[in-house]
């Protein structure tokens, strides 16, 4: 019998790792958050500034009125500043509110990207243990059967084995994308009563039967090709010996 060892394929370990373009949008983000932090600190100086010249603006209104007087030219400097502090104000929040509405956009793709990517790796690794399963029983089953028979019934055996897989009900396939390739082609082999010692776990190696390659079969028939041809030749030589011994 001829056998294989069985691999399983490695887990993605790049899921959770940021592409360049990936890390350069975080860096852009941290950037907006700082740059928004600042702008939000300098509304906030703004709209003290802002107050404080408000009061002392309402101060020097009151007293010209009380005074009976127009505004003086200190009072016109204090609501042209009033005017300046409250133009500032608005500037910076509209600014920092459409810095912080960029960044939270880009903050929402980059975090959209991170789950794209981490389940697209993880589908990759499922397809790759999947295709590890089905190859080896499909090993074994060749190995086990003629190729008539195996061309006639492997496309229903895949489809028999991937139904057994993604049965959620069944106990001995729960959870066998956590398990080795090799006892899950184990159990699948019982379960479409193919030989037991089909895939078996040889030390801390599963190994599944296979068929031979075709440069095997090359060899196998090239040597039975020369022992038919020795064997001819060495029955060959004893007649000839056998009839120079009996001519007279």
């Known amino acids: ?13 790049d899921a959770d790792v940021d592409t360049a373009a990936m890390a350069e949008t975080a860096a852009a ?7 928004v932090k600042i702008l939000g600190e300098a509304a906030e100086i703004s709209l003290t500034m802002m107050r404080s010249l408000g009061e002392l603006a309402i101060a020097r209104v009151e007293a010209a009125k009380a005074e009976g007087r127009g505004l003086a030219p200190d009072d016109d400097l204090t609501l042209a500043a009033l005017g300046k502090a409250t133009q500032t104000l608005r500037r910076t929040v509209a600014l920092r509110d459409k810095l912080d509405a960029q960044a939270s956009a880009r903050r929402e793709g980059l975090l959209a990207e991170r789950v794209r990517r981490r389940a697209e790796r993880a589908a990759g690794h499922v397809s790759a243990k999947t295709d590890a399963v089905l190859d080896g029983l499909a090993d074994a089953y060749a190995a ?3 190729d008539a028979e195996y061309n006639d019934h492997i496309d229903n055996l895949m489809a028999d084995a991937r139904e057994y897989l993604g049965d959620a009900d069944a106990d001995e396939f729960r ?31 599963w190994r599944v039967r296979r068929p031979p390659r075709d440069f095997e079969l090359f060899l196998e028939r090239r040597d039975r090709e020369i022992a038919a041809a020795s064997t001819a030749s060495g029955e060959g030589a004893v007649a000839e010996r056998v009839g120079v011994g009996l001519s007279p």
Not at 196 to 201: T, V
């Open 175 to 205: 959870g066998w994308l956590d398990r080795p390739v090799g006892e899950t082609v184990a159990r699948l082999c019982a379960a479409v009563d193919l030989d037991p010692d089909s895939c078996a776990l040889v030390g801390e190696t």
């Open 144 to 146: 086990d059967t003629s």
């Open 29 to 35: 983000v941290e950037r907006a958050a700082w740059h």
């Open 1 to 13: 019998m001829l056998y294989r060892s069985l691999e399983d394929p490695a887990p993605p370990i």
